[in-house]
């Protein structure tokens, strides 16, 4: 597979390719072998071609044809095989707009704790973690939220140092944006004491945090990386997810993790691997070197600011938890611009991390400046990409429609943090917290909407971050299940320029995922709606229900480019 998005390719099923579905033909010796042919009948296939699908051809790594039961008859003789699907759901597999492979590899292999409910626990874990894991140069872990504890605060360094025995430890906030480590870690880091960010008995942030964090991974071993990397693939594969868009770049993993994963989803057969590489283009040697990683855009987490649980996103206003402090403020909007502009120019993508409304002003700003010196219509067809984009306004929000900018956004986001006592109306502000992660006014203004989690941060789960964007905690900003699950499927694809995936029709990629699921609705935040469109008389395919409390959808079997990745073989 390659690390890139495939151009459109195959032939379209009115073709006269078609035609051998029903009545193979005998082969010639001296032309190459017909694409494997294969019929999956008896099931709910999800797909505006046909509301009422029921089958499915797939043809060599193309869709062919979607259709109901009776006409799937004159295709059975034809195929190399018939999938009997036993009333299972077939859709697009999801894309994750936005993942950190080898950090997410490491939560599932590692030292992980997400689940820790206590300061106290999580002093337990990671000393029983350093025991078992005598030979490792540092101790990795991931996960922790002094949020969420009874003691209101992260592990102190010297707490860190006992439960270590004095050993190399770093140690991510769930945001990834700070993190605690053991004196032994600091000790590896020249001058890290007098970087910023650095704080003699808090977690590291900014250049600090940087720091410690390219020390502790350039410990990894090419094996270690690798194991960690197709762990997370095989996941992703498992919960029916087909493509990852990997955000990387020199502040978050270093070159040879980017160009390894790249290497590992080509080689293997998993899920695709879209890169992004973070890193500031002024110039077309600058976009050429990009290129020359792998990457498709010089996008994904170039950060404008931080995050709001570590107090590092830029805000117009001062936190309500940390009075006077508005965060940090990476990217200045002439910063933004000389990006955009460069990268317009040299033909790949541009894009940031900006989750503050300072942040998101500054990238609007920029933006729009740089369409002043390039050309608006070359921004807009430039799909230029914004991170997160937490904590908009009507200004902002009407700025990323005007410049076509998509909205890479992670809902699990809110489900973890949003409501009236979560960590966001903490730092912000109940009023404030209420304006976070508005995917209806996104959608309203037509701006495009890619879902993804961010892992580790929250964790692969693209039922779930559906389910998250319908049931938005606040609730006017919650949008129906059609259209989150349209942005966590065909919005990934869109966001990587291709409009011809993502969908079940003739002609798109066969990259689809079958699953165990209960009774098919129509759903959407107003009951009036989701009471009207349950009707089948709607023409809308349905999706399973994710009332909160319902069990989620099972992954059968996962496909990409006509292969299977997770599941029983097709071939």
């Given amino acids: 597979m390659s690390a890139h998005v495939p151009e459109p390719a195959g032939q379209h099923p009115s073709s006269p390719a078609r035609q051998h579905l029903s009545r193979p033909a005998r082969q010639d010796p001296s032309r190459p072998a017909r694409p494997r042919t294969v019929l999956l009948r008896g099931g709910e296939v999800h797909s505006p071609a046909d509301p009422f699908a029921t089958a499915m051809v797939v043809e060599g790594d193309r869709i062919a044809w979607v259709g109901e039961e009776g006409a799937a008859d004159s295709f059975a003789d034809g195929v190399d095989e018939v999938v009997q699907l036993d009333g299972a759901l077939v859709t697009p597999a999801f894309t994750d707009a936005h993942v950190h492979t080898t950090a997410t590899g490491l939560a599932l292999t590692g030292l992980d704790l997400s689940g820790a409910g206590t300061l ?226 040299a033909g790949i993508q541009a894009g940031f991390h900006a989750i503050g409304d300072a942040a998101l002003t500054s990238v609007v700003d920029g933006v729009r400046a740089a369409a002043e010196r390039v050309g608006l219509g070359r921004i807009r067809a430039a799909r230029h990409r914004v991170e997160h984009a937490e904590m908009l306004t009507e200004r902002t929000i009407a700025g990323f429609a005007e410049l076509a900018l998509t909205a890479s956004v992670q809902p699990a986001f809110d489900a973890a943090w949003g409501g009236e006592d979560g960590m966001y109306a903490a730092r912000l502000g ?62 990934g694809w869109r966001a990587v320029g291709r409009d011809d995936a993502g969908v079940l029709v003739p002609g798109a990629p066969a990259d689809y995922a079958v699953w165990r699921t209960g009774e098919l609705i129509v759903q959407a935040p107003d009951e009036r709606v989701e009471r009207w469109s349950t009707d089948p008389r709607s023409g809308t395919p349905g999706l399973p229900d994710l009332t909160p409390g319902n069990d989620l959808p099972v992954c059968l079997t996962t496909v990409v480019a006509g292969r299977t990745v997770f599941g029983p073989p097709n071939e």
């Fill in 120 to 345: 106290t626990g999580a002093l337990a874990r990671i000393r029983a973690y350093a025991d078992a894991r005598p030979a490792d140069r540092v101790l990795l872990g991931h996960g922790w939220d002094a949020g969420a504890w009874p003691e209101g605060r992260p592990p102190s360094r010297a707490e860190l140092d006992e439960a270590t025995g004095g050993r190399p430890l770093y140690l991510t906030r769930v945001d990834v944006h700070s993190a605690v480590v053991t004196t032994a870690l600091l000790d590896l880091v020249p001058g890290v004491r007098g970087r910023t960010g650095f704080r003699a008995d808090a977690p590291l942030t900014g250049d600090a945090h940087h720091a410690v964090r390219k020390a502790a991974y350039a410990t990894l071993t090419p094996a270690q990386r690798t194991e960690a990397q197709a762990a997370a693939l095989a996941r992703a594969a498992a919960l029916g997810i087909g493509t990852l868009h990997e955000c990387a770049g020199p502040d978050i993993s270093g070159e040879d993790d980017f160009t390894g994963l790249l290497a590992l989803a080509r080689e293997g057969a998993g899920p695709r691997v879209v890169g992004y590489w973070a890193e500031a283009v002024a110039s077309a040697k600058d976009a050429q070197r990009i290129r020359e990683l792998g990457a498709i855009g010089a996008a994904g987490d170039l950060f404008a600011d931080g995050s709001l649980g570590s107090h590092t996103a830029h805000l117009h206003a001062p936190y309500a938890d940390s009075p006077g402090h508005t965060g940090v403020a990476h990217l200045r909007a002439e910063d933004v611009a000389a990006h955009v502009a460069a990268c317009t120019e």
């Fill in 430 to 491: 109940a009023d404030r917290a209420r304006t976070l992660n508005p995917y209806a006014a996104l959608l309203k203004a037509g701006v495009p909407l890619a879902l993804g989690s961010d892992s580790p941060v929250t964790p692969l789960d693209p039922w779930g971050t559906v389910r998250a964007a319908v049931f938005h905690r606040t609730r006017a900003h919650g949008i129906s299940a059609r259209a989150a699950f349209t942005a966590h499927t065909r919005g």
